[in-house]
């Protein structure tokens, strides 16, 4: 079935610092979506993706849709305390949702 | 907070046995996604119910199965338990295929 590599598996930086993700699939998705979990919670939509090439920012968020559709990256700028937690890269290859997970990026700030 | 409840928060059962988990969607959504979320994994795609039917489902055994209400709410129903069944399991609610909203999940061990 298809999935997702996501790295790195964790990364641990200190605050204000950028941080860089990305996600590489064998499979060509027509949505990347990129979400953040915080423990005891449900994951959380951060940036949604469309379209091969396409980059969209949300605040110090920014993130880009590869050109062959079987990547994407999620860059965090200025990183602060709030900004702990699982990332995980999605994607929707069928439609209608049925999206196909990445192993996650922990992501821990030393103050 | 998405809207998005689910319960229980926490339940034990012992292998063999049979569990219902239920989910109540957020107001005005029309569908709703399962997944199953392994310690230290990616969400896993279970199934999906639009309008009372299911529209889609992952690579699961048929002892996972669910129901979607009238009222948009759902329940997954996961007989003869197994101990690999132990994760946390997330509903997600949608308009159509909308942006999905993860309820806060309901972690199930099995003994």
């Known amino acids: 079935g298809q999935q997702l590599n996501q790295s790195p598996q964790s990364m641990f930086i200190q605050e204000g610092e950028d941080v860089s993700m990305n996600c590489t699939s064998s499979?060509?998705?027509?949505?990347w979506l990129w979400y953040k979990q915080d423990p005891g919670e449900g994951p959380v939509l951060l940036i949604a993706l469309y379209k091969a090439g396409e980059l969209t920012s949300n605040g110090r968020l920014t993130a880009q849709f590869g050109i062959t559709r079987k990547d994407s990256f999620l860059n965090i700028s200025a990183s602060i305390p709030s900004d702990v937690g699982i990332y995980f890269c999605?994607?929707?290859?069928?439609?209608?949702?049925?999206?196909?997970f990445g192993q996650g990026t922990r992501l821990t700030i030393n103050p | 907070e998405t809207g998005v409840t689910q319960s229980p928060t926490h339940l034990i059962k012992t292998r063999g046995q049979q569990v219902t988990l239920r989910c109540s969607s957020q107001?005005?959504?029309?569908?709703v996604s399962w997944y199953q979320q392994a310690l230290g994994q990616g969400p896993q795609f279970i199934f999906q119910?639009?309008?009372?039917?299911e529209n889609g489902r992952g690579n699961f055994p048929p002892r996972f199965s669910g129901l979607q209400f009238p009222n948009y709410s759902s329940e997954l129903n996961v007989n003869a338990l197994e101990l690999d069944d132990s994760a946390l399991y997330l509903c997600a609610s949608s308009w159509g295929t909308g942006e999905l909203f993860f309820g806060e999940g309901s972690r199930l061990t099995v003994l």
């Open positions: 999605a994607g929707d290859g069928e439609g209608a949702q049925k999206l196909v």
């Open positions: 119910y639009y309008r009372e039917e």
């Open positions: 499979s060509i998705f027509n949505t």
């Open positions: 107001s005005g959504h029309n569908t």
